[in-house]
């Protein structure tokens, strides 16, 4: 999480917990370097394994899978869902802030939960940083209580995509991969999990350990058994959303997909698509991997989708930014 220190507080936030060992990066950036190489890799062996069995080049039979869309219908959905997922995902942070924070206006997050989109082509955590840099700019609220607000929401996040999934695999259980049957599994080490964690930050269990009292987990502390419910409730509408906007975008690539065959498989793939790989390609990947019969369509369908949303998402806020630079830095 980046945070932005507020003014004057600079030596109070230069903690040595603060400066994390420039080898930990490295040897994340070789991990991501590792995993993209091997999606790439996966990828190529895929079509060009497609694209031999049609007696084509990998290239004429992207073409011809490219061809086959009906881009117009596509693009209006995918439109009306990356503007329905900004409102959305505006009011989660929006609720959020106000919960932990300080009661702060829909319509003044709305500029800088767009702009943010910008900086997240490139880094999903630098854009999150530039949320907080803007509300201490702005409304002078402390960079670390923004991080800490940042922090609860990507930790629901998870929760929130591993409920779905689950829900999915009780509904869709015996058409999935056998690999699902991990689902309820995961789900229930979760479950636990999470009991434990609200039950230490509400200082029902544990009270010699001081990890709650970190600045950055402050959110944490504050948080109630409602506050993550609500915030299932709230996100939600995004991926019922997303679920019928992938099986419709499925069958317009050529893809026979239905609604209770989506619904588990998305959990995953968002999973996927947060692992920060260039062009989404562990997403893309996991497409390939769940429609085996269907290389093509699904590697042009990953590729789109994902990269569509993130850019469109970059598109909205640049409609956005001069009313976020006016609110920043006046004028």
Not at 116 to 137: D, P, T, V
Not at 209 to 214: G, T
């Amino acid at each position: 999480m980046t945070e932005a220190a507020p003014p004057g507080n600079e030596t109070e936030n230069q903690a040595g917990e603060e400066q994390p060992p420039r080898r930990g990066n490295l040897v994340g950036r070789v991990i991501f370097f590792v995993i993209t190489i091997v999606c790439f890799g996966f990828l190529y062996y895929k079509l060009h394994g497609a694209a031999s069995r049609e007696g084509m080049s990998i290239v004429d039979y992207m073409v011809q899978v490219f061809a086959a869309v009906d881009w117009v219908t596509w693009l209006a959905v995918m439109v009306g869902y990356s503007i329905f997922f900004f409102l959305v995902d505006t009011l989660v942070v929006t609720r959020t802030l106000n919960w932990f924070i300080t009661d702060i206006k829909y319509t003044d997050i709305l500029p800088v939960r767009a702009s943010a989109y910008i900086i997240s082509i490139f880094n999903e955590q630098i854009g999150k940083g530039a949320m907080a840099y803007y509300l201490n700019r702005r409304h002078e609220v402390p960079g670390w209580e923004v991080g800490s607000v940042m922090l609860f929401i990507m930790f629901c996040e998870v929760f929130y995509l591993m409920v779905w999934a689950t829900l999915g695999y009780f509904f869709s259980g015996a058409s999935l991969p056998p690999v699902f049957g991990l689902i309820p599994w995961l789900a229930l080490s979760g479950a636990i999990f999470l009991v434990v964690w609200i039950a230490y930050f509400q200082g029902w269990i544990l009270s010699a350990f001081d990890l709650r009292e970190k600045r950055i987990l402050h959110a944490f502390r504050l948080a109630k058994p409602w506050h993550y419910a609500m915030f299932f409730v709230l996100r939600s509408p995004a991926l019922l959303a997303a679920i019928g906007v992938y099986t419709i975008a499925l069958n317009l690539f050529g893809v026979e997909a239905s609604l209770l065959m989506i619904w588990p498989y998305l959990p995953v793939i968002f999973f996927a698509a947060a692992v920060p790989t260039p062009m989404r390609a562990a997403a893309i990947t996991f497409w390939v991997i769940l429609f085996p019969e269907n290389e093509g369509q699904m590697a042009a369908f990953g590729f789109v989708q994902h990269n569509f949303f993130i850019l469109f998402n970059a598109f909205i806020g640049l409609l956005f930014w001069r009313k976020a630079q006016k609110d920043l830095f006046g004028g």
